[in-house]
């Protein structure tokens, strides 16, 4: 079992920035790809970013490229997501995500994922 405990979230406004954590426990978090997904009220649960084994690998979807970095410490068991240029339809539950891989991919689809955080709401102001 891998236990994932996201914090970070808040209230910003428009423009402003959010660094989300992930802490991981439980295996050895070197071994699992993650991933940052969110919901927004009444919409399906998005991946936002993914990251490799190593962070050798990343992806950033479309609608946060250039606002939005995913990154990880092996080290500290934590993976974050940097989110800069915040805007009200960021508004989300995010959540990050665990799979095991050590190949060095990333993984797209929230089917892959086996673990889950619980979630830390990010609320944007306009």
């Known amino acids: 079992q891998v236990q994932l405990v996201e914090s970070g979230g808040g209230l910003v406004q428009a423009g402003g920035s959010l660094t989300l954590s992930c802490a991981a426990s439980g295996r050895t978090f070197s071994n699992y790809a993650m991933g940052w997904f969110r919901q927004a009220p009444g919409k399906e649960r998005a991946l936002v970013a993914a990251?490799?084994?190593?962070?050798?690998?990343?992806y950033v979807a479309d609608s946060v490229k250039g606002r939005f970095t995913i990154s990880r410490d092996n080290a500290k068991n934590t993976v974050y997501l940097q989110m800069n240029s915040l805007k009200p339809e960021d508004t989300a539950v995010y959540y990050c995500a665990a799979v095991r891989d050590r190949s060095g991919s990333y993984y797209l689809n929230q089917r892959s994922y086996d673990y889950w955080g619980q979630g830390t709401q990010v609320t944007v102001s306009s």
């Open positions: 990251i490799s084994w190593s962070g050798g690998s990343t």
